[in-house]
């Protein structure tokens, strides 16, 4: 696809070019965020969103706040609390912080040092997004029926969620490449619809043959048959496997293991938080009540209705039949152990 999800602007007044995902699919509108203000809320209304998208937008706003520092004068107290606001933006998608953390010891060397660095996740993303696709694609094929694949995936986790090219998505497009799609089963994704109105979007532009379903719909599509496979992306995978995603996910890994068929998460490396033992160390944000109690400002529900709205659930380890990395795959129900893979690139 020719739109890129996080751009650098290195002009006079350096900023990070977003597409605003709030408006598609009815407006390609973009963002050209100059200050900490600008991207915080950039994160926080999901104008960006996807974990690996998240860390390159994190790690490029580390530079943006160096410089809006030199032109208002902060100390170096200031230029860190901005960034650690940055870093927390949002708390489940553990790759902001980690590009955050992975360019700070850089700042005693100045915006140049930074900067290269947090274009280095870029380029690594990317390169990352393609390996692991392979990697799924051969996987699936080895375990599904010899003839084109109906997958159904959850969210978005195409170029608009990551740098380029995607997670799930990615492995999606590569058995497409391979002509190995006969049809993409799309979940709209409640409450946001990243699954209508973002994966949709990038399976159009592809020529990709896909259905979009209710949420609702999918663990009955699985169980009738319809479905060869799930594919989803991952927000923080723990040391064990337990995989946090979009809410919603781990219903589809119970309709898969009912149904025998594969569920695969797909992901870079920088989304595996060995630091996190299991699943129940994960922090789940929750978000605002309108979410779900209004569409498109149009109340669907009685006033004053109390609201439960977590972005994401926890799938155990024990429900996923593989995590697919750059790194390689693990297969948590034979082994929950994400370090098995753990190794210097």
């Known amino acids: 696809m020719p739109v890129r999800t996080v751009e650098w602007l290195d002009g006079p007044v350096p900023a990070v070019r977003l597409i605003d995902q709030t408006r598609l699919p009815v407006e390609e509108v973009y963002v050209e965020a ?6 915080v809320d950039a994160i926080v209304r999901l104008a960006v969103r996807g974990a690996p998208a998240l860390g390159a937008v994190g790690a490029l706003g580390v530079v943006v706040a160096m410089a809006q520092g030199e032109r208002e004068g902060w100390d170096d107290v200031r230029l860190r609390g901005e960034v650690v606001r940055l870093r927390d933006a949002r708390p489940t998608a553990v790759n902001l912080a980690w590009a955050v953390d992975r360019v700070l010891p850089l700042l005693p060397d100045g915006r140049d040092a930074v900067l ?28 599904c029926a010899e003839r084109p694949l109906r997958l159904l995936t959850h969210c978005n986790t195409g170029t608009l969620a990551t740098t380029a090219w995607g997670t799930a998505l990615g492995i999606v497009r590569e058995l497409h490449a391979r002509g190995r799609i006969e049809l993409v089963h799309v979940d709209e994704t409640r409450p946001l619809l990243q699954g209508s109105r973002l994966t949709a979007w990038e399976l159009r532009a592809d020529g990709i043959d896909h259905v979009v379903q209710v949420d609702s719909a999918a663990a009955g599509a699985i169980l009738r048959g319809l479905v060869d496979a799930v594919v989803i992306g991952a927000d923080r995978i723990a040391a064990n496997g337990d995989t946090a995603n979009k809410v919603g996910s781990v219903g589809l890994a119970l309709a898969c293991a009912d149904a025998g068929i594969p ?19 994960i922090a789940i944000e929750e978000r605002a009540a309108d979410e779900v109690v209004a569409f498109g400002g149009v109340p669907t529900a009685p006033a004053g209705s109390r609201v439960f709205n977590p972005a994401f659930d926890v799938t155990p380890a024990r429900l996923i039949d593989a995590v697919v990395t750059e790194r390689g795959v693990v297969e948590p129900k034979l082994r929950p152990d994400m370090s098995a893979v753990h190794q210097p690139l």
Do not use: C
């Open 34 to 39: 100059i200050d900490v203000d600008a991207l």
């Open 116 to 143: 290269a660095e947090a274009l280095r996740v870029l380029a690594e993303d990317e390169a990352a997004n393609r390996s692991l696709s392979a990697q799924g694609a051969d996987w699936l094929l080895a375990r």
């Open 263 to 281: 569920f695969v998460v797909a992901a870079p490396w920088s989304t595996v938080d060995l630091a996190t033992p299991d699943g129940s160390g």
